[in-house]
């Protein structure tokens, strides 16, 4: 049975439960009761709060946080960064990581941009796309599409 890679510096609380071929990158934290599916990414620095559940081929990206209690359903993708610029780094654009609340519901194939945030238990529909600088204070409808509120 293939395992999953915890980086030495990821922190990873008590009862976790990888599925085969999870990735844990550097000075990722883990909360407690975390579990995963198969072929889940947690990229570097993100924060995963106690008692998620995350589904299978899932990533979530660079400084993610996930909220306590959150389920993140099959094939969404969490913090993931706009393209920049030709010849411009990520770190050079200065985009957050993607924010989820306590609570909330990640719908299956659904897409939260960095820089994008989710208040607390708020459900957001399968296939919904949260733009970068996107904020979602109530529920978001199945393959809705939700702006960035920057200019």
Do not use: W
């Not at 922190?11 to 009761?33: N, S, T």
């Not at 993708?77 to 924010?99: C, D, F, H, M």
């Not at 994008?116 to 957001?124: E, G, L, P, Y």
């Amino acid at each position: 049975m293939a395992a999953a890679y915890v980086h030495p510096t990821a922190v990873v609380g008590e009862d976790f439960k990888p599925a085969p071929f999870v990735i844990i990158d550097a000075e990722v934290v883990l909360g407690d009761h975390v579990i995963t599916g198969s072929f889940v990414h947690i990229r570097y620095g993100a924060h995963i709060g106690d008692n998620v559940l995350i589904g299978d081929h899932v990533t979530i990206h660079d400084g993610a946080v996930i909220g306590e209690g959150s389920v993140i359903a099959d094939g969404a993708i969490i913090g993931r960064r706009p393209a920049t610029a030709l010849g411009t780094s990520v770190k050079e654009a200065q985009v957050p990581g993607a924010v989820v609340g306590e609570k909330c519901q990640i719908g299956v194939h659904a897409v939260v941009m960095a820089g994008a945030s989710v208040a607390d238990k708020v459900i957001v529909g399968d296939g919904a796309y949260l733009a970068a600088g996107a904020r979602a204070d109530g529920d978001v409808e199945v393959r809705a599409f939700v702006p960035s509120l920057r200019s």
